[in-house]
């Protein structure tokens, strides 16, 4: 059966860098690239339903092909969720990544990136941030504590192998 993962997390958390880092085996499937595709930039609120629904599109292929997909993006609310789940084959077990890092740290690590969030646009997602929970219908939960991620150390160049 195969396995969707939904990440969760304010901008800055490091969502992309743990799923890059952590399910290399995973079909990657991420608004930013979609929104780069689509609009030729990664920043534009344009098009949001689009972008959602080419996202939903590829993971349910993806999945309906037996292949794990993991779908990033912030995912604050249980609505944005909700239309995440309702398009996974039924069957799927579904698993919500939570990568739980603090405003701070957030805007620290949007800060060492090339494309900037603005700070105050970060600290506003977090009072929007609905913790994840199996009620939804997810089948687990994982809470990424930014101390444990980091200590992972930064992610490795690509092309290497560990
Ligand atoms: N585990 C980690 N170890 C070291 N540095 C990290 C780690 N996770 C993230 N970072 C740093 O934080 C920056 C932001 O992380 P990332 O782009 O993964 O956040 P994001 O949650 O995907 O944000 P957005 O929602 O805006 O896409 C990275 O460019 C990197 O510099
Ligand atoms: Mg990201």
Same mark, same amino acid.
Request: charge should be positive; proline fraction near 5%.
């Given at each position: 059966m195969a396995t969707l993962y939904v990440m969760v997390g304010i901008s800055g958390a490091g969502k992309t860098t743990w799923a890059k880092h952590q399910l290399p085996e995973a079909v990657y499937i991420g608004s930013d690239e979609i929104?780069?595709?689509?609009?030729?930039?990664? *920043?534009?609120?344009?098009?949001? &339903?689009?972008?959602?629904?080419?996202?939903?599109? &590829?993971?349910?292929?993806?999945?309906?092909? +037996?292949?794990?997909?993991?779908?990033?993006?912030?995912? *604050?609310?249980?609505?944005?969720?909700?239309?995440?789940?309702?398009?996974?084959p039924p069957g799927t077990r579904t698993v919500a990544v939570w990568i739980d890092t603090g405003i701070g740290q957030a805007i620290r690590n949007d800060s060492q990136r090339k494309r900037h969030v603005p700070f105050f646009a970060i600290a506003l997602?977090?009072?929007?941030?609905?913790?994840?929970?199996?009620?939804?219908?997810?089948?687990?939960? &994982?809470?990424?504590?930014?101390?444990?991620?980091?200590? *992972? +150390?930064?992610?490795?160049?690509?092309?290497?192998t560990s």
């Amino acid at each position: 059966m195969a396995t969707l993962y939904v990440m969760v997390g304010i901008s800055g958390a490091g969502k992309t860098t743990w799923a890059k880092h952590q399910l290399p085996e995973a079909v990657y499937i991420g608004s930013d690239e979609i929104r780069m595709e689509l609009f030729g930039k990664e *920043l534009t609120l344009k098009g949001y &339903r689009r972008v959602h629904r080419l996202m939903n599109q &590829r993971m349910r292929a993806c999945l309906e092909q +037996g292949r794990d997909v993991v779908v990033d993006s912030v995912h *604050l609310s249980r609505r944005a969720r909700r239309r995440v789940l309702r398009d996974a084959p039924p069957g799927t077990r579904t698993v919500a990544v939570w990568i739980d890092t603090g405003i701070g740290q957030a805007i620290r690590n949007d800060s060492q990136r090339k494309r900037h969030v603005p700070f105050f646009a970060i600290a506003l997602m977090r009072p929007r941030l609905v913790v994840p929970s199996k009620e939804e219908g997810f089948q687990e939960i &994982r809470r990424v504590h930014w101390h444990e991620n980091h200590a *992972l +150390g930064a992610p490795a160049p690509a092309g290497e192998t560990s």
